[in-house]
């Protein structure tokens, strides 16, 4: 949901980071932010003013300003909010929460993490969401303080990526600090072939573009940590963790059941089952793409999509992974002695707090399951509050299409048996009110405008018409 | 390909070191997320004897996918195709992520154990197994004998 970074600067909320702002706003991040468009100049300290107000905001983005959620976006459109995406995706070491951070260190397929960063990052900021940690592949218990910490200062911001994609193989993506890649889309193809090549070859620039910024942040990480061993003045290095930080952290660990990598606790865990759950795999938990409902679409009836009444579409909320509770939830409980990063104290000067922490933490994991709709909770679908867009989004589209289909089976029946059938369809798709796509709208009206006196061919040409207005209609991208 | 996962390192680690009774599972050497299975049929069963070939493959978004699973040895099952796709909820809309190969193939090997004609995928099998139980568990016993014997 578009929330342009800007106004929102919210002093309070930053004053950790504002000792900080100087060493991380930084000059090399406008080259490639200049993008598609070359107005926007992200600095830290606003960025995580950001963070911090657009939990509120998205929770209204619905009735955001006048944004309305169903207009079709262009292309243009479309591509610069990914790239916000993918920018927000970019794990930085200031941007950091009780040792972790605000973006997922291992996941590289956007599929994964398309969810809403802007609220995954304020659910983790207000502790509610355990934030992201560099994983271990294993842990050892009989490693020395000293061996551990060396370990956890080996660890990346991100895992490394994977160069070259076979996805992506042979994609042209030109120079990447220009934001017009105009001239790489052959212009001899079709239109729809441009535009097939032109989203292929914006991915391909877009994942480059991710590896690069990854980079940058982790070369300044590693920078700032070699720098910060020479020094002697630490004010600098204020937000790199404490040699206790590090220790406490991953010494009481645990391994992720899903993902069998081993983070600090606390992890997050399950409402219903109690069950623990990293960060990384929970926000990876969604809701299944729009389907039909399983009973009825077995493979005896292969049925045409078309010819489906699309308010039958549906999207079940996700279950838990463990107990199968419906409108899966997590809780979080940080340690509260170990509160440091943003809104926090300074995680350069942490020192580690004996006993105190223990009893409450056993008395946090002994909570009974909460309800879904519990303000500790975290859903699933909160991370993705525009699942119901998407899935009347979908709904519309098929309502489109099986327009498309009916008007094309009455161009060759010339009767109307089918008639009842789609006017039936509309008045369904009318009461669940989505805006209604045009083409629907056109054919209900062209329903009623044949005379009964119309002459076969007459109707006929109509509807072919009609078809063929509609198949331009639906062939403009829906996605 | 991205270097494997951490959970598929691990979960194989486990098949080899703490083996399931009854089910074996090797990765291929050129590609470890493809395995080469093999279940026994329960015992009690029509299939009782019978060693049956399955290849289990895990996609690139395991676990939070469900592995594709399918039976390479002819089976007489009314809720397995003649092409040896299961039809089992574990491998479509019941997966969950905490679920593991080997809960995966504990529950093919259950399918075995416990037919369900209602729910069919072999529509020709599972009307024989409704009209007429006693021929389609001879025809199932046949099948293991002839495709699935222990050699």
Redesign the interface.
């Known amino acids: 949901m578009g929330n342009v970074p800007g106004k929102l600067e919210n002093e309070n909320a930053v004053r950790f980071n504002r000792s900080l702002s100087t060493s991380s706003a930084l000059p090399s991040s406008r080259t490639i932010s200049g993008g598609p468009n070359g107005s926007r100049k992200t600095r830290t300290s606003s960025m995580v003013g950001n963070i911090l107000t657009a939990g509120r905001r998205s929770e209204s983005s619905e009735s955001l300003s006048g944004a309305n959620p169903y207009k079709r976006k262009s292309t243009k459109e479309k591509e610069r909010l990914k790239e916000r995406h993918v920018k927000d995706l970019t794990v930085k070491y200031q941007e950091t929460v009780d040792g972790g951070f605000l973006a997922p260190y291992g996941s590289s397929s956007l599929e994964k993490v398309d969810y809403d960063a802007s609220v995954v990052k304020s659910l983790i900021v207000e502790r509610r969401l355990a934030p992201f940690y560099a994983p271990l592949q294993d842990f050892d218990e009989s490693w020395s303080r000293e061996e551990l910490i060396k370990i956890v200062d080996g660890l990346p911001l991100h895992a490394p990526f994977n160069e070259d994609l076979e996805a992506f193989d042979g994609v042209p993506i030109g120079d990447l600090s220009q934001s017009d890649f105009e001239y790489l889309i052959d212009k001899s193809l079709s239109r729809r072939e441009q535009r097939r090549q032109r989203s292929k070859i914006f991915n391909a620039r877009l994942y480059q573009k991710r590896i690069l910024w990854q980079e940058r942040e982790n070369e300044k990480f590693l920078e700032t940590k070699l720098e910060a061993k020479r020094a002697v003045d630490g004010q600098r290095f204020s937000s790199l963790p404490s040699g206790d930080l590090k220790f406490d952290l991953y010494r009481t660990g645990a391994e992720c059941p899903i993902c069998f990598l081993y983070y600090p606790q606390p992890l997050n865990v399950s409402r219903c089952c109690l069950q623990l759950i990293c960060s990384e795999c929970f926000v990876q938990i969604k809701r299944a793409e729009p389907h039909f409902p399983h009973d009825q679409d077995d493979s005896s009836t292969p049925a045409d999509d078309s010819e489906r009444d699309p308010n039958l579409l549906t999207s079940e909320p996700t279950n838990c992974p463990y107990c199968a509770t419906p409108d899966f939830g997590i809780t979080y409980q940080p340690v509260v002695t170990r509160r440091v990063g943003l809104q926090g104290s300074v995680p350069l000067t942490y020192k580690h707090v004996t006993d105190s922490e223990d009893p409450e933490q056993k008395e946090a994991t002994r909570r009974g399951s909460l309800a879904a709709s519990d303000r500790q909770v975290v859903t699933s679908d909160s991370l993705r509050p525009d699942w119901q867009i998407k899935l009347n989004k979908e709904r519309m589209r098929l309502a489109r299409r099986s327009a498309n289909a009916t008007a094309i089976h009455v161009s060759h029946q010339l009767v109307a048996p089918s008639h009842q059938e789609s006017s039936s369809l509309r008045s369904h798709t009318t009461s669940r009110s989505p805006p209604h796509p045009e083409p629907i709208n056109r054919a209900e009206v062209n329903t009623g405008r044949w005379p009964s006196t119309a002459t076969a061919a007459e109707i006929e040409n109509e509807m072919i018409e009609q078809a063929i207005k509609l198949s331009l209609a639906e062939s403009n991208p829906t996605k | 390909m991205?270097s494997l996962?951490?959970?598929i390192i691990?979960?194989t680690e486990r098949l080899v070191s703490d083996p399931v009774p009854g089910i074996t599972a090797i990765p291929h050497e050129e590609n470890l997320r493809y395995f080469q299975v093999t279940v026994e049929g329960p015992e009690q069963s029509p299939y009782e004897n019978g060693v049956f070939n399955l290849e289990l493959f895990l996609p690139?978004?395991y676990?939070?996918e469900a592995p594709k699973v399918r039976f390479l040895t002819k089976i007489y099952h009314p809720n397995i195709d003649r092409l040896g796709r299961i039809?089992l909820d574990v491998l479509?809309?019941?997966w969950?992520?905490?679920l593991q190969i080997r809960t995966v193939l504990l529950s093919v090997q259950a399918l075995l154990a416990s037919p369900n004609p209602n729910d069919p995928?072999a529509?020709d099998v599972a009307e024989e197994w409704l009209q007429n139980e006693d021929n389609a568990i001879a025809k199932a016993r046949e099948w293991t004998n002839m495709y699935a014997s222990k050699q």
């Open positions: 991205a996962p951490k959970r691990k979960e690139d978004d676990p939070m039809c479509k809309n019941n969950s992520p905490a995928l529509n």
